[in-house]
């Protein structure tokens, strides 16, 4: 089957780092999504991976390893407006994408 | 308008009824694409059309019927709906379908079915 599995709540302060994880097994891999969805609005992109090691994109960062199925979102100097969910999801060839269940991230002052 | 807009973007509608939502994006995009998101649920992808042609259709019930006019638009038409189909329904679309093209989303259509 396909699974991509993802914490599904996350508490941080403002100002600190935080980490989160996602992990894949499908049957096959053509790269991997990050989008965050504010409450009760579209997801919009964040970043994209298609091969192992770490994309850098202002406060937030991508990582990926396709020999362990796994990869992270890191998100740096949280402001409360990073508050939202942020799904993890897997095109898994051809016009197939599958989405995780998301992660709810409340930042807290 | 810009980006991928949706209408209406609130929908009651009884077990017997007929209704269609409607999508359109305004970035020049050649593929577009039918999401269901329930609550604590991953969205579940419904149909995919790739220059006008359906190109996945994710085993929907037929009560679901898509259809894409031409690259801009796309409807999906609803008939004799079940309470368990009331959801936030996505539009999206992306540049082409495949890999590495990111997804661009409209607001969404709350359904309820009573």
């Known amino acids: 089957g396909q699974n991509i599995d993802q914490p599904t709540e996350m508490t941080a302060t403002e100002g600190a780092i935080v980490q989160i994880n996602c992990t894949y097994q499908?049957?096959?891999?053509?790269?991997l999504f990050w989008y965050q969805q504010h409450a009760g609005e579209a997801p919009t992109f964040l970043s994209y991976n298609v091969l192992d090691g770490l994309e850098e994109k202002g406060r937030f960062s991508s990582f990926l390893s396709r020999s362990k199925g796994y990869s992270y979102l890191l998100l740096k100097e949280l402001q409360m407006k990073d508050s939202a969910s942020y799904l993890c999801a897997v095109n898994t060839g051809g016009f197939k994408t599958i989405f995780g269940a998301g992660t709810r991230l409340f930042v807290k002052a | 308008e810009t980006g991928v807009t949706q209408t209406p973007r609130h929908l009651v509608m009884g077990m017997t009824n007929k209704k269609s939502l409607k999508c359109e994006q305004h970035?020049?995009?050649?593929?577009m694409y039918w999401y269901k998101q329930s609550a604590k649920k991953p969205l579940e992808l419904m149909f995919v059309?790739?220059?006008?042609?359906?190109?996945e259709n994710n085993s929907v019930p037929s009560r679901f019927s898509p259809e894409c006019p031409n690259s801009s638009h796309l409807f999906l038409h609803l008939h004799t709906l079940q309470p368990e189909d009331s959801a936030l329904y996505l539009c999206?679309?992306?540049?082409?379908?495949?890999?590495?093209?990111?997804?661009?989303f409209g607001p969404g259509t709350r359904l309820t079915v009573t």
């Open positions: 970035l020049g995009h050649n593929a």
């Open positions: 999206a679309s992306s540049q082409a379908a495949g890999r590495g093209y990111e997804q661009y």
């Open positions: 499908t049957s096959g891999f053509n790269g």
């Open positions: 059309y790739s220059l006008e042609e359906r190109v």
